[in-house]
T-cell receptor, first 113, second 114 residues
């Protein structure tokens, strides 16, 4: 069965600083990988997804993620964070034949001025 | 186009009661999935419906059930509510292959059981 680990429960960064959120997955074959963002009291919004091809994926709001098969990782990055990026971020994995996504426990991002 | 619509947004129920939550997917999306989100357990998959058939089911007791109508709208029902059922219930729709396409989520229904 697939699984996702987000090792950082909470991260605090200064506005304008760079950001990297970690995600490690476990799955035997090539997975489908996603990053979602959730603002308080809201649903989840898709930031970006990877299922094949170029291992560097561009998403909305200036985010990007890199798939590294050798490290089983799909880390999310942003060169310069804005106060509006404060939210909870979820990594998710999917697999053919199992039509659901498995989510990590999330990383809460706090932005300080 | 309209997003995924969940109603109601908030509910307060008493232990032992039952509740029905509704979800209207994005037009053209035939797959509807439901998740329970709690601070302690995170996002847990409840079930997925595709063309009115339950295609996938998570590890929840039989008190949790769902259905999908011919217009792809979906409802989930929780009977004999327990305090631990308090959560944000999220509906998500996709064209048909959620694992590959990803989901579009609704804003959720916040259920509080007292």
């Amino acid at each position: 069965a697939q699984s996702v680990t987000q090792p950082d429960i909470h991260i605090t960064v200064s506005e304008g600083a760079s950001l990297e959120l970690r995600c490690n997955y476990s799955y035997g074959a090539t997975p489908y990988l996603f990053w979602y963002v959730q603002s308080p009291g809201q649903g989840l919004q898709l930031l970006l997804k990877y299922f094949s091809g170029d291992t560097l994926v561009q998403g909305i709001k200036g985010f990007e993620a890199e798939f590294k098969r050798s490290q089983s990782s799909f880390n999310l990055r942003k060169p310069s964070v804005h106060w509006s990026d404060a939210a909870e971020y979820f990594c998710a994995v999917g697999a053919d034949g199992n039509e659901k996504l498995t989510f990590g426990t999330g990383t809460r991002l706090t932005i300080i001025p | 186009k309209a997003g995924v619509t969940q109603t109601p947004r908030y509910l307060i129920k008493t232990r032992g009661q039952q509740v029905t939550l509704s979800c209207s997917p994005i037009s053209g999306h035939r797959s509807v999935s439901w998740y329970q989100q709690t601070p302690g357990q995170g996002l847990q998959f409840l079930f997925e419906y595709f063309s009115e058939t339950q295609r996938n089911k998570g590890n929840f007791p039989g008190r949790f059930s769902g259905r999908q109508f011919s217009n792809s709208r979906s409802e989930m029902n929780v009977s004999t509510l327990e305090l631990g059922d308090s959560a944000l219930y999220l509906c998500a729709s996709s064209l048909g292959r959620a694992a590959r396409d990803g989901y579009t989520f609704g804003s959720g229904t916040r259920l509080t059981v007292v």
